[in-house]
């Protein structure tokens, strides 16, 4: 009888371990690739999130900082050919991430789709 109580202490732990796996918030760190071939890459940053251009004419420029839990995060979007900056977002869906541009913080699309690389 006590080998079955030390089996059941770690038969505990890792059912508790595994379910905070299963609620871990999605995360948009990682390396991505938009429709035109072009990478981006997102890493932890003061703000939260950081993208930034990996490859091609705008290399090493921000296009987004942005925070706040998943599969949301809100922030600032930069349009590096205007070097024009908007309220908007990434949105994690799987294995894309939608790089969100607003007017006036209520009208938001998305202007680019990204796919995991």
């Known amino acids: 009888m006590t080998r079955n109580v030390p089996s059941a202490a770690l038969a505990s732990i890792l059912l508790l ?25 997102v890493k ?11 490859s091609g004419a705008y290399s090493g420029q921000s296009v987004a900082r942005v925070a706040g839990p998943g599969p949301d995060f809100k922030g600032t979007v930069r349009d590096p ?9 990434l949105r994690l869906d799987g294995a894309a991430l939608e790089l969100r541009g607003c007017l006036a913080k209520v009208f938001c699309r998305t202007i680019q789709t990204w796919r995991r690389q």
């Open 44 to 54: 932890p940053c003061r703000a939260g999130y950081c993208a930034e251009i990996a």
């Open 81 to 89: 050919r205007s070097d024009t900056a908007y309220d908007g977002g």
């Open 17 to 41: 371990a595994s379910a905070s796996f299963a609620i871990a918030e999605p995360t948009p760190v990682g390396r991505w690739v938009a429709e035109d071939g072009t990478r981006i890459s």
